[in-house]
């Protein structure tokens, strides 16, 4: 099956192209450049497997919550792919792609950055979310960890909060593992089990998804309240 995969939800974006067994991968980690270096990328990932757009079966990246700017940098450039070539674009829950490698593992929680001391996250058990995606203090989250069960924290904010929850709560049985902290391999093999089931793909119409407000979002309101 041939693909293209972007990981899109924090700073450090991931692009990837396969084609079967074979897969290209390019990972950059350059914060506000996102937006010079994603569309350079995703040609060379694609000529380095000798592909074509119009010969893709599908396009995926990670939906959110993550990045604003970089979801809607993502979003935006496999959309164009679908209107230009009609490749389907499939988008898979960040939380979700991060812990696809562990889907084994009795219990997960997928961590993202957002803002200061807050994550996004959600627990997963045999690959089966437990819990909505929610955003919370890390004090908060750790009140969740269990003291007689070891916790498997994974994605790209996994090893700072591990580290900040075994200084305030020692009790808790908690580990953070990173796998090259990109997603590419789980939205691809996500995305393609949401085309065996017959899911549809993304509509012209549907965004990132979002779990809390846009500082800008914040800034009119308050703008409107005053």
Do not use: H, N
Request: charged share 25%; proline share 4%.
């Amino acid at each position: 099956m041939k693909a293209l995969a972007i990981d899109c939800a924090v700073s450090k974006i991931a692009i990837a192209a396969k084609d079967d067994e074979k897969t290209v991968k390019l990972v950059y980690d350059i914060g506000i450049r996102q937006s010079e270096k994603l569309l350079p990328a995703v040609d060379f990932v694609m000529r380095e497997l000798q592909l074509l757009p119009a010969q893709l079966d599908y396009c995926c990246l990670t939906l959110g919550p993550g990045s604003f700017t970089g979801l809607r940098l993502g979003l935006s450039t496999l959309k164009a792919l679908t209107l230009a070539c009609g490749v389907p674009v499939y988008g898979i829950p960040s939380l979700e792609a991060y812990a696809w490698p562990f889907a084994e593992a009795e219990s997960v929680v997928s961590l993202l950055a957002a803002k200061e001391d807050e994550y996004f996250y959600q627990f997963f058990a045999k690959g089966q979310a437990l819990t909505d995606i929610e955003d919370k203090p890390g004090s908060d989250i750790e009140g969740l960890l269990s003291t007689e069960r070891r916790t498997i924290a994974v994605g790209p904010a996994a090893s700072v909060f591990v580290e900040g929850a075994r200084e305030s709560s020692p009790l808790v049985l908690l580990e953070a593992f990173d796998r090259g902290s990109d997603c590419t391999e789980g939205l691809f093999a996500l995305a393609e089990r949401k085309r065996a089931v017959g899911e549809k793909a993304l509509e012209d119409y549907d965004g990132p998804l979002y779990v809390r407000k846009s500082e800008a979002e914040l800034v009119l309101e308050a703008k409107l309240r005053t």
